[in-house]
């Protein structure tokens, strides 16, 4: 049967050890700090922001939220950019995406500075997983990821890791990441051909599903003795939350539990390292304005 990678001992984990960071942080006078940046009141953003807030204030971030109406005009969103960017008190930035139709979100994001974008958004974070720089960080569910899979003690060097989706905010960096940690990594994406695609799947030591399908990696595309990580996060057709792969963790022993050696659950898998992760982007980034 396969181990239910679940995320909560993860994030607990890290936050015991920054909040100890975050602890030295405040007794050398430095608070570290987060802004939200929110527009208008969807409640998915509500939804997450309440979460960052109740694991903020258990690690000891402080949170500075910024709200503007969904109307508002790009420039207005800017100026309270250029202010964050300019506020020595503030360390990292967090906004909620998609931006309204009528704003420029590229242009927008480009506004941020890198070494406070802690859920990079800035081609100058993107850049630094690329380049295997440190400049700003990466995407916090691609971080998150990593975080699981380190855990876990599932050592990337030398593993053959199979990506399933190529967005900037998961496939890319995640690939990236796994790279930097010596993987040889394929990536797959909606254009690839269905027998690539599952060859791919087959041939990997890990999987690490994004494409925003729900339950759409079945069995068949998989190999056995993989680790899997689930990213994905979609209602299926009776409206229940699903992953992007067919594992049932009500029946953890047959069809792909029976067949993986490890898979994260959806709910209670990556999601809930994303938050853990967003506060020790805003603790580094803190710890590197000292
Ligand atoms: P996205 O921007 O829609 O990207 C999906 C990727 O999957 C694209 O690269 C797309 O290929 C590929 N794809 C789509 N359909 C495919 C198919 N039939 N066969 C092969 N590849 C296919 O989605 P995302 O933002 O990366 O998010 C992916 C999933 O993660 C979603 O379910 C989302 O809700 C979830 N998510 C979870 C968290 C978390 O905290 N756990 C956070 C963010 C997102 P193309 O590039 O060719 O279009």
Do not use: W
């Amino acid at each position: 049967m396969a181990e239910l990678l679940k995320g909560k001992p993860v994030a607990d984990h890290i936050t015991v050890e920054i909040t100890e960071r975050a602890a030295k942080l405040r007794a050398s006078g430095v608070v570290p700090t987060l802004a939200i940046v929110r527009l208008g009141e969807d409640p998915g953003d509500l939804s997450y922001e309440k979460g960052a807030m109740k694991r903020a204030a258990e690690v000891g971030v402080e949170v500075r939220n910024v709200v503007l109406p969904r109307d508002a005009a790009q420039d207005e969103l800017v100026a309270e950019i250029k202010k964050l960017n300019a506020d020595d008190s503030i360390h990292g930035v967090l906004m909620f995406r998609p931006l309204p139709k009528h704003m420029d979100e590229k242009a927008v994001c480009e506004v941020l500075d890198p070494a406070k974008d802690i859920d990079g958004i800035t081609s100058g974070s993107l850049a630094g997983i690329f380049m295997d720089s440190d400049v700003g960080f990466p995407p916090c569910t691609a971080a998150a990821c990593i975080e699981l899979l380190d855990h876990y003690g599932y050592d990337l060097k030398g593993k053959k890791v199979t990506v399933m989706g190529r967005s900037l905010v998961i496939g890319k960096p995640v690939a990236m990441m796994a790279m930097r940690r010596n993987a040889t990594v394929t990536i797959c994406h909606s254009r690839t051909k269905s027998e690539d695609f599952a060859a791919a799947g087959k041939n990997a030591d890990i999987v690490i599903a994004a494409v925003g399908k729900a339950r759409m990696i079945t069995e068949d595309m998989l190999g056995d003795d993989q680790v899997i990580i689930d990213v994905g996060i979609n209602m299926d057709e009776n409206g229940k939350l699903c992953g992007d792969v067919d594992f049932d963790r009500e029946a953890p022993d047959s069809g792909l539990g029976a067949k993986a050696a490890a898979v994260t659950p959806v709910p209670a898998g990556v999601g809930s390292v994303t938050t853990a992760v967003l506060m020790k982007h805003v603790i580094e980034a803190a710890e590197a304005c000292k």
